[in-house]
């Protein structure tokens, strides 16, 4: 089992910066592949980035050049750093994990409960 516990959300204004970090215990953190997704009120989950253990970052289009995924494996933690952020990332941001690579939610085997990031105009 993986217990993932994200903090760090908050409220930001567009064009602003905000890290959120995930927490993970459990099994061996640094062969998992630590993914973010994010869901809007009313929308379903969707991928945002993900990291696999040697350090290899995927993003959806929409983040890339904004968005940035890093992991501190000794301290079994991952991080998201956004920057120029916009009201259309307004979200609750969810960590989630598997061994490999996916963009899929239904794919992942453990979720944290998220954060909320809110993004004024």
């Known amino acids: 089992q993986v217990q993932l516990v994200e903090s760090g959300g908050g409220l930001v204004q567009a064009g602003g910066s905000l890290r959120v970090s995930c927490a993970a215990s459990g099994r061996a953190f640094s062969r998992l592949t630590m993914h973010w997704f994010r869901q809007a009120p009313g929308q379903e989950r969707s991928f945002v980035g993900a990291?696999?253990?040697?350090?290899?970052?995927y993003y959806t289009d929409s983040v890339k050049g904004r968005f940035t995924i890093s992991r501190d494996n000794a301290k079994n933690m991952v991080f998201l750093q956004m920057n120029s952020l916009k009201p259309e990332d307004t979200a609750v941001y969810l960590c989630?994990?598997?061994?490999?690579?996916?963009?899929?939610?239904?794919?992942?085997?453990?979720w944290g409960k998220g954060t909320l990031v809110t993004v004024s105009s």
């Open positions: 989630a994990a598997r061994p490999f690579y996916s963009t899929a939610a239904a794919a992942m085997d453990y």
């Open positions: 990291i696999t253990w040697i350090g290899t970052t």
